[in-house]
């Protein structure tokens, strides 16, 4: 599918708006989710960073495939649904159509979005544990950094949200980042 059709398909369907929604929240919860693995982990006794990095991306593949599935699922019966009625409204069949390509093949991209938001924003997270066990020095604690690079990336998702938001970008980006210290303050209390 050439990109231009894609991008006619977005716009008949309205899904960009649906596509960017999904990109943010599920790469927020990839975010959250590798930081309290990681924050959890790091109030534990010494853990082996290769077990760190096997349940972190064990965590952000179950994510992935999560995002994929649910939203493919939904999506798809919601495109159906929108099809049938607009069929229903014209009284034609639109099985030739750009909206019946839509009901196929939206689905399948915000499946994808849905899914690799999360996976790619978790992938992102745990790269100094993996530059750590490969044996490169880092400023901080292997833990510390992979925690640095989580806040740092909740902090710009906020960020982007005030920016499509038309809100103060700084104060959309440090709540974010308050959501994220508050969930590691409560993991720091139960560990």
Known sequence: MALKQVKTLLEISHS????RRYFV??????ALTTLGLIMGFY???RVDLAVVITSCLAAALALGMSGISSAYISE???RRRTLVQLEKAMMTSLDESHHAQAAIWIPWLVALVNGIAPLLIALIIIVPLWLAHGGMMLALEPLQSAMTVALVIIFLLGVFLGRVGG???LWSGLQSL?????TVGLIYLVG
């Open 16 to 19: 960009e708006e649906i596509m």
């Open 25 to 30: 929240v599920n790469g927020f919860d990839g």
């Open 43 to 45: 109030v534990s006794d």
């Open 76 to 78: 798809a019966a919601e």
């Open 167 to 169: 809100t103060f970008w």
């Open 178 to 182: 308050g959501v994220a210290l508050a």
